[in-house]
């Protein structure tokens, strides 16, 4: 029987509301300071929600620099396509790859792979149809004739699934191993669990794992208010007085390798990949069980893949979306996979915003972050814990974490439930 490798992490990239590098994002983190502003992408004054965590006053090129492909890619695309290449920049992979001769290159780039979440949840590549639909008063063959004139050919482009995969592995020369995942907010962290096993099972030497998203459209805020997810003003994960999430966009990857190729060629660890949990409740697309079961389960199954215990988990980054149902079920979940003593608590959506499927990639990078500088960041627009699961280890102000591992948390909609473990490498 063969033993798995053991895996790094040896880059991360990420861009959000809250800035276009880790750095800026951890800062805005530590300093108390929420992203979350008016929504410019669109006149909102007649929404029910005006406030979002856009990425806003960044120009396309900033993201991606070939104005050419700005034509036939969509603004979630731009994301993941500058998170992915900024994580494999900072892992040292290109300057690595420049000192190996021709047939030295071909194999290492066969060897690297890409996989990617996304949420696919995006309604805005519908829009273009809508004036077309108007003018031709519901008579269908009227709409088709008119269709190939009025609708952009480059629309199909714009829309496909894999745009992200795609690109990041042509600017890159990753040839290998590749999937991509959609999943709503799932989609990112199970991306980082595939790449996991990928190397595992000797598919890949090393792959970037990247998330992306961005829900910032009329019709999807519309919807997520009328299913009462969504805030009016402050996304407080935990607190009594909650209302609900708030909408974010942006994209976040990190550099997975297994540990021996990292090393021998002097790569600069983050950290270490130890496992992964996932499960769904079934109870439905939007229904959460209320005693926590799922987060708890998920917990459970990323412990056992990391041959850890519960007592060796020194933080958790929770998923703490701000939602009454989904912070109640999660809070339970946790305390019940701790036996009621979970290490500190916290959560980082109050600051960026939810992003989807790039939100469980944030969280880990952040994650890793926390635990390089030594400190649990609080939860700036915590005020009171709910009562309901008051001996959750959150808290307004700093922590210490008890270890230099930590937990992270995912959910989606249809019940999912997503944990990855990683052990941190300070800085």
Known sequence: MSISPRIAITGSGAVCGAGMTVEKIWAA???????VTPITLWDAERWPVKIAAG?????????VEDRKLHKSISRTDLFGIYAGGE???????????????????????????????SGGGAYSSNYEYLPLMTESGGDMRKFGAALGSAVNPMWLLKNLPNNVLCHVGIRHMFKG??????????GGVLAVAEAAESLRTDEADRI????????????????YH???????????????ERTGTIFGEGGAAVMLEKSDDAQARGAVMLGEFLGHGCVTEATGVVDLRPDGDGPARAIALALADAKIT???????VAHGNGTRASDASEAKGILRAFGGNPPPVTAFKWCVGHLFAASGILDLVLALEALRQGIVPGIATLDAVDAEFSTL????????????IALVICRGFGGMNVALIVRAVKA
Do not use: W, Y
Request: charged share 20%; net charge negative; with cysteine.
């Open 226 to 240: 009328k299913l009462g997810l969504l805030s009016t003003d402050v996304l407080r994960p935990f607190d009594r």
């Open 29 to 35: 983190v530590i300093g108390g300071q929420s992203a």
């Open 310 to 316: 519960a007592a060796d988990v020194g933080m958790i």
């Open 177 to 186: 191993t590749n999937a991509c995942i959609t999943n709503q907010c799932a």
């Open 393 to 404: 280890p959150v808290s307004r102000d700093p922590q210490k974490p008890r270890s230099d």
């Open 55 to 63: 990425v806003n006053g960044v120009k396309n090129q900033e993201l």
């Open 208 to 223: 970037a794992a990247v998330g992306h998203d961005t829900l910032l459209e009329p019709e999807a805020v519309l919807g």
């Open 87 to 117: 994580a494999i920049k900072s892992s040292g992979i290109p300057t690595h790859r420049e000192t190996l001769d021709a047939a030295g290159v071909s194999l290492f780039n066969d060897r690297s792979g890409i996989v990617v979440g």
